[in-house]
């Protein structure tokens, strides 16, 4: 039977990954590096560790990813978009069902804790979530499961009584690796490598309705 519902955040309840793409694009724009997009959809789904060692490896001369992240940090947009515009549909509806279907619901992502209780103020989610946990406080992240097998945990349940929703590739294997059963929201744009997932749907009313479906 299952019992929790654990969601990655910036991709699958909220659309955030083309706004960083872009910003991250015009950041480099402004010091006369043009970037690929092929290259820039290589963030998707990244830890912001591996994120920083990626841009540093694309800047003009040798820089270390702290160092990257202190250039970015200066210059990045300030209150550049609110996470509530960019909800993904259906959110409000399937975490509000789910509750009311007594299931645990938390967040895992790589996000840092800030920009996870962030989103969850703007979009109105307070209530809904009985754990928030961020990828910062674990010394490896995805694909490396200890996220996933830490909220596991923390809710008391078991791989077998848990599902997880994802989109990345890295966040899939993580979930894979943790035993739990993994819903992938079918991504066309950033085409991350979702093959080892156990279902792939469209959108998170689509995930919705395949929990139901599952959860005896």
């Given at each position: ?32 590096i043009?970037?690929e997009?092929?290259e ?14 990626m ?37 409000k ?7 009311q ?13 800030n ?58 294997e ?18 991350p490598?979702?093959?080892e ?20």
């Amino acid at each position: 039977m299952k019992k929790a519902v654990i969601f990655d955040m910036d991709g699958v309840l909220i659309d955030s990954e083309p706004i960083y793409m872009y910003y991250t694009i015009l950041f480099f724009q402004q010091f006369g590096i043009q970037l690929e997009d092929k290259e820039v959809r290589k963030l998707a789904g990244s830890s912001n560790a591996h994120g920083w060692e990626m841009m540093a490896s694309w800047w003009k001369e040798e820089i270390t990813p702290n160092e990257m992240k202190t250039l970015y940090e200066v210059s990045e947009p300030k209150d550049a978009f609110f996470y509530s515009d960019i909800a993904n549909p259906y959110v409000k509806y399937v975490l509000n069902h789910l509750c009311q279907e007594d299931f645990q619901l938390a967040i895992a992502s790589s996000s840092p804790m800030n920009a996870i209780t962030d989103m969850v103020e703007e979009c109105q989610l307070k209530g809904y979530f009985n754990l928030l946990v961020t990828g910062m406080d674990f010394a490896a992240s995805k694909p490396n499961p200890e996220i996933y097998l830490s909220t596991m945990e923390r809710l008391k349940v078991t791989p077998e009584e848990t599902i997880v929703v994802e989109d990345s590739h890295y966040g899939i294997e993580a979930g894979k690796k943790a035993g739990a059963t993994v819903i992938a929201l079918k991504d066309e744009r950033f085409y991350p490598d979702q093959s080892e997932c156990d279902y792939l749907v469209n959108d998170l009313l689509e995930a919705y309705l395949l929990i139901q479906k599952l959860k005896e």
